[in-house]
């Protein structure tokens, strides 16, 4: 090394600036770092050139991070078009299907008029027939003979029309299943999960009674599996029922001695359900509806809402024993083995000086459902919306005083969505992730659109499924 030179790891040294640094450095002022000590001084470098040049070096970083992302985002919109032209397209079969079907109605209609003229016609021969041959010959036999013949053909006729029907329904669910199928396989990243600005149809609808069933079916909460199975809590009935896609009932089974009160998937093989004034929740296989393991939560309640997150679970107390006026909510950590651990309790009151005075001291009264985010807490007590951040502190509420909040849930964007119970109608209200919640509301489904006693719902792949009295509706 010649003499008077500073070393490169002497002037890192000296400056406080990391080797690697130093090393860029080099590379982006080159004679700075290679002059001797005279000239060093000279030059009048200092500590704010070792820092420009280190700025430099992030800022290419940055330009690169950037262009990656730019990559990324490049390569998200080519999905979503073709997530796009993909949606396009099943709803153009899903139209080409309905004329179909309207065709074959005219057709069935058609083929009834003309097989009600046979009949009236053929039997109007026949029994003239009979009735010249009674002049002569009596027969018995040949009367049981003409009779039998009309009704074979009748039923026979009878028994095309119910089949051509029959086949429209199973043509029509067997689209939906694939449609549901397809949205299923590109869940994971497309804009269509957004309600903010779609015009929902219903797709399907079916009934959640059974046979067995002593009384009208009161559907409580709504559930819906990667699979497309559909779990509803039936409290009037203390059932808990598995729908598939299509409405066929896969099981039920009884919740002795509580009537369920909400369900909610805890992972591929299992699902939880609460139960009213049960200080328990059951978990219960999702392939038969047995119960595998009961859970000890100390949350005696009419309501016990129900959401699960991950690892996180929320459950709603609307009869909490410490502050006797209001109610709470619990959030809980969900073991590997099913366990409930790490007890936190929010009331929706905080005495934090950023939040808002008229949200400060706006407790949960009476709560009777939750929904849980990786962001937030959203509970609705059948008269207010409360929006609560995960450590408890109040970041919404709604103000109008008609609104009768129930089930909720949250779409892909991170809009929330609630059933509206003095409206009988489904509103969305606009909360992106990144943003704020917004007094701008929406109204998504109401009675024109066939609601009559909504109570919960939920979203899966695209889909909106909506409890409303003993059926279930899906709405996409």
């Keep these: 090394m010649s003499e008077g030179c500073i070393p490169l790891r002497l002037i890192s040294r000296q400056q406080k600036v990391p080797l690697f640094r130093a090393k860029s450095m080099e590379k982006l002022h080159q004679p700075f770092v290679t002059c001797n000590s005279s000239s060093y001084k000279e030059s009048g470098a200092s500590g704010l050139e ?17 262009a990656l992302h730019k990559e990324a985002i490049n390569n998200k919109e080519s999905k979503l078009a073709q997530y796009a032209d993909l949606y396009s397209r099943e709803t153009v079969k899903c139209n080409d299907l309905a004329k179909t079907v309207d065709y074959l109605t005219q057709k069935s209609t058609e083929l009834s008029q003309r097989e009600s003229k046979l009949e009236t016609s053929l039997k109007s021969h026949l029994e003239s027939k009979a009735h010249q041959n009674d002049d002569d010959d009596d027969d018995p ?112 089974t009884e919740t002795p001695p509580c009537p369920p009160y909400n369900v909610a998937i805890v992972n591929s093989k299992h699902i939880a359900v609460t139960k009213s004034y049960s200080a328990s929740l059951d978990i219960r296989r999702t392939d038969d509806g047995v119960k595998v393991k009961e859970v000890i939560h100390d949350v005696s309640c009419p309501c016990p809402g129900l959401a699960i997150c991950k690892d ?29 651990i790490s007890k936190q309790t929010f009331y929706g009151i905080s005495n934090k000086p950023h939040i808002p005075p008229h949200m400060s001291f706006n407790p949960i009264l009476e709560p ?33 005083s008609s609104t ?54 939920t979203i899966k792949h695209g889909h909106l499924f909506v409890s409303d009295g003993h059926m279930v509706k899906v709405f996409v």
């Design 141 to 252: 036999k040949l009367k049981k003979n003409l009779s039998d013949y009309i009704e074979k053909n009748v039923c026979l006729a009878m028994g095309d029309l119910e089949t051509l029907s029959r086949f429209n329904q199973i043509k029509i669910l067997s689209l939906f299943k694939k449609k549901f199928e397809a949205f299923s396989s590109i869940h994971s990243f497309s804009s269509i999960h957004s309600f903010q600005t779609r015009k929902l149809e219903k797709m399907i609808s079916f009934s959640t009674r059974l046979s067995a069933d002593e009384n009208e079916p009161k559907i409580e909460g709504v559930a819906v599996d990667e699979e497309g199975n559909i779990y509803v809590a039936d409290s009037a009935n203390r059932l808990v029922k598995c729908f598939t896609i299509d409405g066929q009932c896969k099981w039920a």
């Design 368 to 400: 009777k459902y939750v929904h849980l985010t990786e962001r937030n807490i959203l509970i609705s007590d059948g008269m207010t919306l409360h929006v609560l951040s995960l450590e408890g502190d109040p970041v919404y509420i709604t103000t109008q």
């Design 312 to 340: 996180s679970v929320a459950i709603v107390d609307s009869r909490s024993s410490i502050t006797q006026r209001y109610g709470c909510i619990h959030i809980f950590k969900m073991t590997s083995d099913y366990n409930l």
């Design 404 to 457: 009768k909040p129930l089930g909720l849930c949250t779409d892909f964007a991170g809009n929330i969505l609630y059933v509206d119970k003095g409206q009988k109608q489904i509103t969305l209200k606009f909360y992106p992730y990144g943003g704020d919640v917004s007094i701008e509301e929406k109204c998504l489904l109401s009675k024109k659109d066939g609601l009559e006693d909504p109570t919960d719902l």
């Design 50 to 66: 070792v820092k420009l040049a280190i700025m430099r070096s992030k800022l290419e970083e940055a330009e690169t991070i950037k």
